[in-house]
């Protein structure tokens, strides 16, 4: 089969339409088109009037070397690569221990369905409760002020990603399609097989519970054996090499291996691992708030009279600006028609995030406004940029109230330097609610002064971003890892055989997918280096 990039059609094209782009792009007649397939399809809003969908199609057709030859020097028109998935290894008979895997988010989820299907049995330990227990938990802090530190957002199986808009896109590097592995999977999980071809895939929480449980029900089948409620309090460190792990419960498990998937919010993970002397440093994050407006303002701004348009859904908008003061203000996380959760993991504190459904049609939409910090702003031990969240979002706890409220304050009020009192045409959807006043406490004065420059900036991208009634909720200090578990080119610790630190917890992702990718290639490098011990 042949791919052709880059082809591009009205919005509201026929099928008829598409066959017939393709005849005159690669100057065929019709009867050569045999068949032809949706491999990617993003679209181009930059004229909001003119909006085009992008194609990517794979096509089968008669005389396909000859058409080749044509284009040979073309770069939208090529065979079509290989993208699945080949294993690296398979497992030798009678391992003497299994692999471990300490957490099931989306990094250990695929890290443990890998090395299962290479036959490796792996041990996985999960620190919440299975998926299902969990969103109990969860909506217990968001419904009822009932938080369970070891059973909420960050906790659990699925990990983050699940109570998030469950975006599927990445700009990572792919060259070996790791990706479509990662898409294949959900599909067979129960995912729309749309996530396979849409330029910006979702899913949304509803459908990730029931996905999650379907993988691993697979991991299990393949003889993986998932362990919840297993918090891993020390790792067997002997000679500068993992021997095993020691779980709250007393147990030990003995495991030449380890690959640790344990997300950004496993503080207590971390300090364990720098106190037995695993080589972390820190690197920089974000902090920030949450913003919302109407989400029939965004369509309108990026699809002028095509906002609602079904191919195109709920507008996203992707900001940033740089501020005299050095610093850099971008938009995070963004949630066409979604809500702003709770998000903390750790009692007497605040903590936001975004989460969409897969419909996207709540009112309004969310994202982070944060700004850019680096080790120059919490200086001192690797550690401490986990010291500076805890500050803040302990800060924000008091000033929402100490009830897990979040602070508020109103756009306008926010640049006006005014405390809010009472709500616009915004009403906010964060629960358990939303603490109206003065977010200029919540954050250190460079980020205060940051923001107020980025959102009038934002506002002449956008006309109505910064409109007085426009909510802002704190804080957003989760943006990523405050740390990195360094690794080598065999994805092993620096100083600490068998330990392959991944995800974004160790400071090497940042979302659903590429999680999932670093989970993937965690695994291979396990599955080879098992193997190459055995040789």
């Not at 344990?262 to 080589?279: C, I, N, P, Q, W």
């Not at 959760?341 to 994202?367: F, H, L």
């Not at 670093?518 to 695994?523: S, T, Y």
Request: glycine fraction near 12%; charged fraction near 25%.
């Amino acid at each position: 089969m042949l791919r052709i990039t880059e082809l591009k059609l009205p919005l509201d094209h026929s099928e008829n339409q598409l066959k017939s782009a393709i005849i005159q792009r690669l100057g065929i007649n019709a009867g050569q088109l045999k068949s032809h397939s949706i491999f990617r399809r993003g679209y181009d809003a930059r004229k909001r009037d003119s909006i085009t969908l992008i194609y990517t199609l794979d096509v089968e057709l008669e005389n396909e070397a000859v058409v080749l030859a044509r284009f040979r020097d073309d770069p939208h028109i090529a065979p079509t690569p290989d993208t699945r998935y080949h294993p690296v290894a398979q497992a030798p008979q009678n391992l003497a221990t299994r692999p471990v895997v300490i957490g099931f988010g989306p990094c250990g989820l695929f890290a443990g369905l890998l090395l299962a299907e290479m036959g490796f049995r792996p041990i996985i330990l999960e620190r919440g409760k299975p998926v299902r227990e969990r969103t109990k938990d969860t909506f217990g802090l968001w419904r009822q002020r009932e938080f369970n530190p070891e059973s909420n957002v960050q906790f659990g199986e699925g990990g983050a990603g699940t109570f998030s808009d469950g975006k599927l896109h990445t700009q990572i590097k792919d060259p070996h399609h790791r990706g479509r592995k990662v898409l294949t999977e959900f599909v067979k999980a129960g995912a729309p097989t749309e996530i396979l071809y849409l330029s910006k895939p979702h899913i949304g929480t509803f459908r990730l519970v029931s996905m999650i449980e379907e993988m691993r029900g697979t991991i299990e089948a393949l003889g993986g054996e998932i362990r919840f409620q297993s918090r891993v309090e020390d790792i067997l460190i002997e000679n500068g090499a993992v021997r095993g792990v020691a779980l709250a419960n007393g147990e030990t498990i003995d495991a030449d291996h380890i690959v640790i998937a344990a997300g950004h919010s496993a503080r207590d993970t971390f300090k364990m691992l720098y106190e037995r002397g695993v080589y972390i440093e820190p690197k920089p994050f974000s902090i920030g708030f949450r913003i919302e407006h109407p989400q029939s303002l965004i369509d309108r701004c990026r699809f002028g009279s095509y906002a609602g348009h079904p191919l195109l859904g709920a507008a996203d908008y992707k900001l940033v600006h740089h501020c005299k003061n050095g610093r850099s203000v971008y938009s995070f996380c963004m949630c066409p028609g979604g809500t702003v959760v709770a998000a903390t993991s750790e009692p007497g504190q605040v903590v936001t995030n975004g989460m969409s459904q897969y419909s996207r049609n709540e009112r309004n939409a969310n994202s982070g406004i944060v700004v850019g910090i680096t080790p120059d702003d919490y200086p001192g031990y690797p550690l401490a940029g986990i010291d500076l969240q805890r500050e803040l979002e302990k800060r924000a706890f008091e000033l929402g109230g100490g009830t897990y409220d979040a602070p508020g304050q109103l756009v306008g009020d926010f640049l006006a330097g005014r405390p809010s009192t009472g709500f616009g045409s915004v009403q906010p959807s964060y629960t358990p609610g939303v603490h109206l006043g003065d977010l200029s406490k919540a954050l250190p004065a460079y980020a205060i002064e940051a923001i107020r420059e980025a959102l009038p900036a934002f506002d002449r991208k956008i006309p109505g971003f910064a409109m007085q009634d426009a909510v802002l909720t704190g804080v957003e200090t989760r943006t990523s890892s405050p740390i990195r578990i360094k690794r080598n080119g065999d994805y092993q610790s620096l100083n600490t055989r068998g330990l392959y630190p991944a995800g974004e917890g160790a400071g090497y992702a940042g979302g659903i997918m590429s999680a999932a990718i670093d989970g993937i290639k965690a695994a291979e490098a396990v599955a080879l280096n098992i193997i190459g011990k055995r040789k």
